[in-house]
């Protein structure tokens, strides 16, 4: 049996994670249990959230939140599951926040549904971002992918959903872009985990994130759209270097036009039958990459989805993200590639 994500949402857990207090070491790179899965190692997915977790969860925060949050579905799935997502908050600035597209990337639902909970708190910080945001959680974007632990989607075909923003094949897809148009978020970010670039370059640091703050060429962008770009990479960048615990490198240079972050920003297409969205509203869109599950390590991989995540949230909301410098942007290194614990 899996076990509750409720458990994860301590009231001490959130405190030191949403906060950014300094955690417990990470386990060594060569040992099983690591940030490194080994050859040999039994690797059980148990303790991961599956979708009738998530379903629970999200009932349960709904149920508690006294009305701040509101659960949907944006339709369903190729094997006929809700595609759920949760809003909290109703200020003028919607913010899109979306986990697991791809099916085996474990970790970020858990980490999004943590956020939501502490969304829906009383916290001074929770009650600033639900004044001043709309923000949309998506915990599994692809929850037959989820179930059946792989990359794609699972039927009618077998599809990367992070590329069919062109196409439309699927149903999570279409489903999707129509919420985004609904929706239409001046913000968006898309939690993933990597699967390779081991060390950062010309040290041997273990990579433990990757920005990513341009899934298309910036030439693809408004000057807006390229600055808030690195307005949140960089928040999320320095939310990180203030947590002490991940060595931080840029995700490779990569232009993508079929990817959801991408067509958010060019607008442009659309599922058969729908009119193209040809000014795209949002302004800002992008992901993050978080060294991939690692058994005894999965906790510190959650934080490093938390704390930037709440760092971008935070910065929307007060204001201070449209005035963050950028100017270190051009200096955040690359890391090699290679199989992971590769030095």
């Known amino acids: 049996m899996r076990r509750s994500l409720a458990a994860l949402a301590t009231a001490g857990l959130l405190a030191t994670v949403l906060t950014g207090a300094p955690p417990a070491s990470a386990n060594p790179t060569h040992l099983p249990g690591g940030p490194c899965l080994q050859p040999s190692q039994n690797v059980s997915l148990s303790s991961v959230a599956g979708y009738d977790d998530v379903r629970q969860v999200l009932d349960r925060i709904e149920r508690t939140s006294r009305g701040l949050v509101r659960v949907d579905s944006a339709g369903t799935s190729g094997e006929g599951r809700e595609l759920l997502y949760a809003t909290v908050g109703s200020g003028p600035m919607t913010f899109w926040l979306q986990a697991r597209i791809h099916g085996n990337e474990l970790h970020s639902t858990e980490a999004v549904l943590q956020?939501?909970?502490?969304?829906?708190?009383?916290?001074?910080?929770?009650?600033?971002?639900?004044?001043?945001?709309?923000?949309?959680?998506?915990?599994?974007?692809?929850?037959?992918?989820?179930?059946?632990?792989?990359?794609?989607?699972?039927?009618?075909?077998?599809?990367?959903?992070?590329?069919?923003?062109?196409?439309?094949?699927?149903?999570?897809?279409?489903?999707?872009?129509?919420?985004?148009?609904?929706?239409?978020?001046?913000?968006?970010?898309?939690?993933?985990?990597?699967?390779?670039?081991?060390?950062?370059?010309?040290?041997?640091?273990?990579?433990?994130?990757?920005?990513?703050?341009?899934?298309?060429?910036?030439?693809?962008?408004?000057?807006?759209?390229?600055?808030?770009?690195?307005?949140?990479?960089?928040?999320?960048?320095?939310?990180?270097?203030?947590?002490?615990?991940?060595?931080?490198?840029?995700?490779?240079?990569?232009?993508?036009?079929?990817?959801?972050?991408?067509?958010?920003?060019?607008?442009?297409?659309?599922?058969?039958?729908?009119?193209?969205?040809?000014?795209?509203?949002?302004?800002?869109?992008?992901?993050?990459?978080?060294?991939?599950?690692?058994?005894?390590s999965n906790g510190q991989l959650e934080n490093l989805f938390r704390i930037p995540t709440m760092a971008v949230l935070r910065a929307a909301a007060d204001g201070s993200l449209t005035s963050h410098d950028v100017s270190r942007y051009a200096n955040l290194p690359f890391a090699s590639q290679g199989s992971c614990g590769q030095v």
Not at 259 to 265: F, Y
């Open 115 to 296: 956020i939501l909970d502490h969304l829906a708190s009383g916290s001074p910080e929770a009650r600033l971002i639900r004044e001043k945001l709309t923000v949309v959680v998506i915990p599994m974007y692809n929850p037959d992918g989820s179930e059946a632990n792989i990359r794609q989607s699972t039927t009618p075909n077998r599809v990367d959903l992070n590329r069919d923003w062109e196409n439309f094949a699927q149903p999570e897809s279409a489903a999707f872009w129509r919420l985004w148009r609904q929706k239409a978020p001046q913000l968006a970010l898309d939690l993933h985990h990597m699967g390779q670039a081991p060390v950062i370059n010309g040290t041997d640091q273990l990579n433990q994130f990757q920005i990513g703050a341009r899934s298309i060429d910036p030439s693809r962008m408004t000057a807006e759209q390229w600055l808030t770009n690195r307005q949140m990479a960089m928040v999320s960048v320095d939310a990180l270097s203030r947590y002490g615990l991940a060595n931080v490198a840029h995700y490779p240079l990569i232009d993508i036009t079929n990817a959801v972050l991408s067509r958010m920003l060019m607008g442009g297409t659309a599922p058969a039958g729908e009119q193209p969205v040809a000014q795209a509203p949002t302004l800002g869109a992008i992901f993050y990459e978080v060294r991939s599950v690692g058994q005894k």
